[in-house]
């Protein structure tokens, strides 16, 4: 059995969310649970981008505010890490809010720069790279952010952890997993089990929904959860949102390894009535397919159809290629002043979408998806 809290916070006011969090930490036993005095304390947001605080893109800094000071009177000792897709960690949290939050509390902000090597952590597993400082911290408490993901569809707890992959290391992964995404959600699910935060905290109080993480619309979701078994938190929060968990490619692989819960009927829900919290009519990224449900023989005659690709916008696009660097498989070009992309070759990982600062990276779907998507 796992145990997972949910509550309501409406708002991103200081007070409402210490208060909040409280309440959410309480059905856990409080933070004494989860730090002792004098440990170190990594506390991982999701500092995706540069991004503004309104945009819903990077964990919010009332959030990261009331976990570390949860961690101070504790007798932690907490500091802040991560290793952003576009920018920097110390610029991505200035942008959004986070850095002043840490500087008043004096909370240092880390870009994780060293990788560990960890190896395999299970039997024909993928060999583990991740930062050192993750790795050596006494206890990490993972805070997430709820968006939809163009490849992932939905990112939550297990995913956020993938910001504890050093830098461009993060491209090689998507290259060995190329365009499957089971196989991505595996290697996800090994570095959530071989970091194990001692709690996760999901921020969805303004999450994101549409064609998310970098560049979806900001939704008012009004909730919050935790739990010390991510898996089981993501659970809940896609039942919440009215999808099957098994939709959810980290949910599948984290069941055929025997990671976290990813039953409903096991996990004890505490905190506030579910009811209460539903998410309803949630539009999911235009690049979500429909491949896992389909088997293989029908699939592969409407393959095409039922596929989506990232097409640029060229109004919206200034040729600033962070895509082209980006592109795990190098199939965007710039050519007579306009990006072009291989499609033959593109796995979808949709890294162009998540990380383009403009938003210019559309989606174009298949008729078929596009048709299935609408019903
Ligand atoms: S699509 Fe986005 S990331 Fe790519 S070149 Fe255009 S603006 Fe830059
Ligand atoms: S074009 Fe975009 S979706 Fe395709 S491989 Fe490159 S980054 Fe991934």
Redesign the pocket.
């Known amino acids: 059995m796992s145990t997972v809290s949910i509550t309501s916070c409406r708002a991103y006011e200081q007070a409402y969310v210490e208060a909040a969090f409280d309440h959410l930490l309480a059905s856990l036993g409080g933070m004494d649970q989860f730090v002792k005095p004098g440990e170190s304390v990594l506390i991982k947001p999701n500092l995706l981008a540069t991004k503004a605080r309104n945009k819903a893109v990077n964990t919010d800094p009332s959030v990261i505010g009331a976990i570390a000071r949860r961690v101070l009177d504790a007798g932690g000792k907490p500091f802040i890490g991560d290793s952003p897709g576009v920018g920097t960690a110390r610029k991505n949290a200035d942008r959004c809010g986070i850095g002043a939050v840490a500087d008043a509390l004096g909370v240092p902000i880390l870009e994780f720069s060293t990788s560990l090597s960890i190896g395999k952590t299970r039997q024909g597993g993928f060999p583990l790279e991740l930062a050192e400082a993750a790795r050596n911290a006494d206890a990490i408490i993972n805070v997430a952010k709820l968006k939809t993901h ?2 992932m569809l939905m990112t939550l707890g297990v995913k956020n952890m993938f910001g504890c992959v050093v830098g461009r290391r993060k491209v090689q992964w ?1 290259l060995k997993a190329g365009v499957n995404r089971d196989a991505f959600a595996s290697m996800l699910v090994q570095i959530y089990e071989a970091l194990k935060p001692r709690l996760t905290v999901l921020d969805g109080i303004i999450g994101m929904e549409g064609n998310g993480p970098g560049s979806g619309t900001p939704r008012p979701f009004g909730i919050l959860g935790a739990s010390s078994d991510a898996v089981a938190l993501d659970t809940v929060i896609m039942s919440l949102m009215g999808l099957l968990p098994s939709r959810l490619p980290t949910q599948r692989a984290a069941e055929a390894l025997g990671v976290g819960e990813t039953s409903l009927e096991r996990i004890t829900i505490l905190g506030e009535d579910p009811e209460t919290v539903r998410i309803s009519d949630l539009r999911i990224p235009e690049s979500a397919d429909l491949e896992w449900i389909i088997p293989d023989f029908v699939l592969r005659p409407l393959k095409k159809s039922l596929t989506a ?2 097409e640029p916008e060229p109004t919206a696009c200034n040729l600033c290629r962070v ?1 082209v660097e ?7 070009q710039v050519a007579a002043d306009r990006l072009r ?3 033959r ?9 998540e ?1 383009c600062p403009q938003g210019a ?1 559309k989606t174009r779907q298949g008729w078929l998806l596009k048709r299935l998507q609408r019903r």
């Open positions: 163009g490849q998507h690709y990232p895509c980006a592109c795990p498989e190098q199939v965007i992309i291989d499609t070759r593109c796995i979808r990982c949709f890294c162009c979408q990380l990276m």
